[in-house]
Nanobody, 124 residues
């Protein structure tokens, strides 16, 4: 059974940092590309960051470029999202996702498995 479990969300002031972690089980993480998405209240789920298998390439949404960094540790079966210089507009539920494939992807329909999400709230 495939499971993706996010952790690390919480409440932080603008300008602060958080590190989200996604624990993956039931799939061979080293054969999967991974992504992070977010969904704010009343909005659709949007792409945040993605990393290819083996971590050879990464891709970021323009809104987070230079502030967020995606990491993967295939030995620990985790994919992390380091978020710095957080802004109130980063407030959302953040989801980890995996796809069978080696390259990065930015559309929700390109991902096969999803976690339940973790809430990130940035106060002004």
């Amino acid at each position: 059974q495939v499971q993706l479990v996010e952790s690390g969300g919480g409440l932080v002031q603008a300008g602060g940092s958080l590190r989200l972690s996604c624990a993956v089980s039931g799939i061979i993480l080293s054969s999967s590309a991974m992504g992070w998405f977010r969904q704010a209240p009343g909005k659709g789920r949007e792409f945040v960051a993605a990393i290819s298998w083996r971590g050879g390439s990464t891709y970021y949404a323009d809104s987070v470029k230079g502030r967020f960094t995606i990491f993967r540790d295939d030995a620990k079966n985790t994919v992390d999202l380091q978020m710095n210089s957080l802004k109130p507009e980063d407030t959302a539920v953040y989801y980890c996702a995996s796809r069978v494939g080696t390259v990065v992807a930015t559309r929700t329909t390109q991902y096969d498995y999803w976690g339940q999400g973790t809430q990130v709230t940035v106060s002004s």
